[in-house]
Each structure stands twice: as C-alpha cells, then as structure tokens.
C-alpha cells in the first residue's frame, strides 16, 4: 500500500502514431468538428424557429443533435490540442469528466434512437393515438428523463473508478476510457464492482437495443398490410435505420477491438495488431464520435421533407440577402 503513488496525469500513449501525420490529422479533425457543429446548429435552429417542425418526430432530431454537440464537444477540443502537442497529457480529473461525458453521450444516443423507435411505433400501428400519446410536453420531459438517468448511470462508473488506487499514468489510446483507467488499478481485487457495474449497465443499453428491434417488428409487420404505411415507412422509419445501423457498427467495432486488444490470448492480440495497424486502431476507436455526429443529420436533413425544404429555403434566402447587399455596395461605390 504504501508503494502506491497519487496518479495527477495521464499520458495518452495512443497518440505515437500521429506525429508524423499530424497536421494533416489536425485540419481533417478540426474540418469534421466544424462540420457537426454547423449542421447541428442549423437542424436545432430551424426545428427550434419553425412552429410546423414542432412534432415528436423534429423534437427528437433536435435532442438528437444536442446531444451530439455535447459528445463531440467533450472529444473534439481536447483531441485537437493533442495533435499539435509534443506531450500529450491530460489531468486525471480531466480525464475522468471527458470519460463521463463520451460515454453518457454514447448510451444517450441509444435511449434517444429507442424513444425514436417508440415514436415511429405509435405513429405507424397506433395512427389515431400517435397526438394524443406523443405530445410535444411528453416527448420533451421523456428525452430528458432518459438523458438524466444516462448520465447518473454514468456517472456512478465513472466514481466507481475514481475510487481506484492507480499503479501507472499511461493510457494506450486517443481519449480516457473507463475500463482503460480501471485496468491501472493497483489492487485487481477492487475492480469486482467496477465490472458488475460495467455489466449491468451493458444489459440495461442491450435491452434498449431489444426494444428497438421488438418496435420495428411491429412496425414491418404493420407496414406489409398497408401502400399508405409502407410510403410512411420509407420516410421516416429508413433515416432511423441508417442511424441505429452507423451507431451499432461504430460501437461494435470500437468493442471488439478493446475485446481482441485486452484479451490474455497473446496470438489474438498479434493477429490483431498485424490485420489493423496502429493508425486504423486509432480511427476505430474514435469512429462513432466521427461518423454518426456527421451522418445522422446529414440523413434526417434529405430524407426528412419538410427539413429538406426548411434548409433549401433558408439558404436561397440567405443568398438572396448577400447578393442584395453586394448589388447595394456595388451601386454605392460606383
């Protein structure tokens, strides 16, 4: 016990294979980070501003974009610095609050694409109940409910770990993971409640994952009966699949390789090193802050009709003012 030393650091070892690219890295990030942050700004404005956007359906893309603003923004910053940094440390409270927030956004994601699922459940095989069930105040107090408990689910982990007496600073990857920090425990016999935690939070989000898949059986099993629920179907069910798709395949892969990587079968971890080099290993486990922030708006904006017309909209307008002021400005300097 007295060999134990006070962790204030970590070093994010993840970062070695990044020197020799990373400006590149750098300009690439900052572009995706710019990126979400726009066009999650211009979806929450316009659903916010247009009174005929105010449904469950609109309501829930918005949270969905907040709540991928709160991800990237707990990643994104940090991430940045790091790149043009010769060292890359985090503090240790820094690194448990960016744990907290990454991974209350990931499971956050699930409980708003769950009550996603749920809205289309009603609307598709309970059409005469959907407004009375799906009210603007009731939708808007059940995303924020389930936010609320994603986050104190997380955060009991996330003290869960703070709890730990740690025996080294160095952390193999881009960001803190909560079982990464876990794995540094000193005294192993501690963690027991750390993993029953862990696995009772995963049977919780898998059991979200079961909902979503009960949902849309009825809503398919629905839809076959009906042109008219097959044509809603097409509309507003697709840009939820293609979302739930991009946020199961980004998680799993970012599993798996934490599973191959943290494995005690020393053959697996090589064969896995030799298949995906450092830098694929990288982009992997930062692929669902990437790829679902920048995808999922994109598909709900051109699917989504009344979004897509919203946005064609606002940008003639937008382009109507600045070619108006150009002719003003041109008109008075002549």
């Known amino acids: 016990m007295n060999n134990v030393s006070v962790i204030s650091m970590f070093f994010l070892s993840g970062f070695n294979e990044t020197v020799s690219h990373r400006f590149v890295l750098f300009f690439l990030s900052l572009f995706c980070y710019c990126f979400i942050c726009l066009v999650s700004v211009s979806l929450i404005v316009i659903i916010i501003l247009d009174s005929n956007l105010q449904e469950s359906m609109y309501i829930l893309l918005c949270v969905f974009c907040i709540n991928a603003l709160y991800g ?194 020393p053959h697996l971890v090589s064969l896995f090193t030799f298949v995906l080099p450092w830098t694929l290993q990288n982009f992997v486990a930062i692929e669902f802050l990437v790829i679902p922030p920048i995808m999922n708006p994109l598909i709900y904006g051109f699917k989504l009709t009344k979004i897509r017309k919203k946005f064609h909209s606002v940008v003639i307008l937008k382009g109507t003012i600045f070619c108006f002021i150009r002719s003003e400005n041109s008109f008075t300097h002549s």
């Open 72 to 265: 990237t923004a707990g990643f994104y910053p940090r991430f940045l610095w790091d790149l043009l940094s010769d060292v890359h440390l985090i503090s240790y409270y820094g690194c448990l609050i960016q744990n907290q927030v990454v991974y209350s956004f990931i499971c956050g994601e699930l409980s708003i694409l769950a009550l996603m699922a749920y809205d289309r459940y009603v609307a598709i095989c309970q059409p005469l109940k959907y407004h009375s069930i799906m009210t603007k105040q009731r939708v808007i107090r059940f995303a924020c409910f389930l936010w609320f408990t994603t986050f104190c689910i997380m955060a009991v982990n996330t003290f869960l770990t703070f709890r730990l007496k740690l025996c080294s600073p160095y952390i193999s990857r881009l960001f803190c993971v909560n079982w990464s920090i876990v794995q540094l425990a000193c005294f192993p016999a501690q963690t027991a409640i750390n993993a029953i935690s862990a696995n009772i939070t995963i049977i919780i989000y898998l059991l979200h994952g079961a909902f979503i898949v009960w949902s849309y059986m009825y809503i398919i099993q629905t839809c076959l009966r009906s042109i008219e629920n097959r044509a809603k179907f097409m509309q507003t069910c697709v840009p939820h699949l293609v979302s739930l798709f991009t946020f199961v395949v980004a998680v799993l892969t970012d599993t798996l390789q934490n599973f191959f990587m943290q494995t005690c079968v």
